[in-house]
Each structure stands twice: as structure tokens, then as C-alpha cells.
């Protein structure tokens, strides 16, 4: 390009003087000096040098042109390879998920709070027991609520109890080997075959270390079992859409530590048996608008808390037995 512009002409030679006198004699003399020997050894004209010139132009088009094909055929490898990559990993380490699925994974991703859930929040709101006409102002509201003694009458306020549960999933063929979502928070108790493997002296703490663990229910025969001991709380609205599971929380002092749940609704939570403290906090990036506050329920009052948005941690205390059937609506 430069060997062919080196004899300016007309406008060109007005644009080459200007570039003279930019980058000085010396520089414009060297390719004069190059475009004769480039003539000398073998190119014969000015149109050689055109023909030469086009060529290096149509090479360079076609470098675009490999580069873009190179760009696709990367992309197109990482979209393949990428998943083929993490299912082989998987099966390698006997994971269904290359990624944990847990609360540190779900708190690094989990949307920014807007903070408008609980501004001006500074306690639950306590309701007596109330019919669901009455209730229906509150429903869907992420203030924290308690329906005091909504729950007392349940038959599961007087069966249900550590022994009643143990019988039955030992009685019912399969069913401890289908539990869902077990929790041992901060106990040594693994699985339910262990919470149920307790020695008696162990199980109300009259030995050992305090324990508290949860789980969903999710064997069909025990879930029918525990249902007949309590239906759906009589305030909620007629046409809330519930789970197919329910999630019992037993045990003593420890409860659940500092957390959100990554449910898809609302949380209403039973307390049937001892007290149990709540502490709310807002997500940290509302700390500057709002407040952490706490309260506790008694036996026989229903609480409702979406925790989905209040962080919660959960205390019983000490020497008491806790015992809740949690679910969800929606
Ligand atoms: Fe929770």
C-alpha cells in the first residue's frame, strides 16, 4: 500500500506533500527508494503492485472472515462442552449438583430486598382467635403475625408427641427411607433414623446434649396419619393453595440459627407443644430503614412470619420440649 502511494499525483500529491511535510523527507525518500527496488526484483509495473496490493486486501478480508468462524466455533464448544462438563463431574462425585444447594449459594444470589416489607415493622402483630372473614384483611401481609390459641383444639395439641411420631414411621414400611429436607441444625443427629434411635433418657434431654432437628413429610401413608390430627388452619383463606408436604421442627434449646427460607409461599408455622422465641431481622441492606425485633409463641398459637423475607432464628427455652407442624400458603 505504501510502495504503491509512493508517486503522488494530483489530489493525492496534495495529501502526500501534506504527509511530506508531517513525517519529513527522509521517511518519503525510503519507500521511493523500496517501491524502485520492489521494481527491480521481479514486480514489473504499477499495475503489479495494484494486483499485489488487492490480493493483501482479499487476504485480509478472509483473516476476518477465519477469525469469525473461529469466534463461532468457540462459543459454540463452551455451550456444549460447558454442560457435558458438569454432568461428567457430577457422576464422577455422586452429586445431582455440581454447585451446593444450600444458604451460602442462595444468600450470594438471592435478589436485593426493596425494604418496603418492613418499614415501620417493629413487632408481629397479635391477633386473637379470629374467623377467616376476619382474617381476611391480613392474609398475604408480610407482617409478622400471631393468632393466639388458634390451634389449641387440634387433636394434635394433646397426641402429638415425639413417641406418637417414632411409632409411626417405624410402623409405617418405607417411611424412613423417605424423608425429605432433613435438618439437624445444630445437633449431632444426622438422619431420623438417628433422632428415633435415641435412648429415651436422650430423647427429653434427662441425658445428653439438647438436640433439635426438622424434616418434610413426604411419605403419603404418614402424612395422612398426622393430618388426622390436624386440618388446615380454619382463618386461612378458603381458596389458599397449601403444599402436598408439612415440616415438623421437635426438639430442645437449639433452634434454627440466623436464615431465609427459599419457599415458594407464605409460612404459617403451629406451635403445638412449649414456647418458642422468634427473632426477625430485615436483610441487611434494609438495616437503615427498619429493625430486627423479637417475640415467642405458646402452645396453641399459630404464628405467621414470611420468611422469605425476614431473616429468623428460633430459640426454645431451656429444658423445654418444642414441637411445630409448619406449612405454607398461598
Ligand atoms: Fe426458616
Redesign the pocket.
Known sequence: MFLFISRPMGTLGNRMRAVRDRLGDDFLDKLDELHLNALRTGLVSTVDLQEAYRKARDMNANQNRLNFLWLLGIIFFIMVATPVFYETISFLLGVRCFLPNNHLVWEATRPISDCEFCKGVVAPLILPNLTREDFARYAYSSRPIIVKKAVAHWPAERSLNYTYIKELYESVPGALDTVCQFQHFNSDLKSLRDVFKMSPKRANLSEGAPWFVGWSVCHPTVLTELRKLYPRPHFLPVDAEMPNTDYILMGYEQG?VM???YIPRL?WQAQLQGNKSWFLSPAPECDHQCQSFFFYVEPGDAVLVD?RTWY?ANTIPRGQFSLTVQSEYG
Open positions: 434454627a436464615h431465609l427460607d409460612m420468611t429468623h
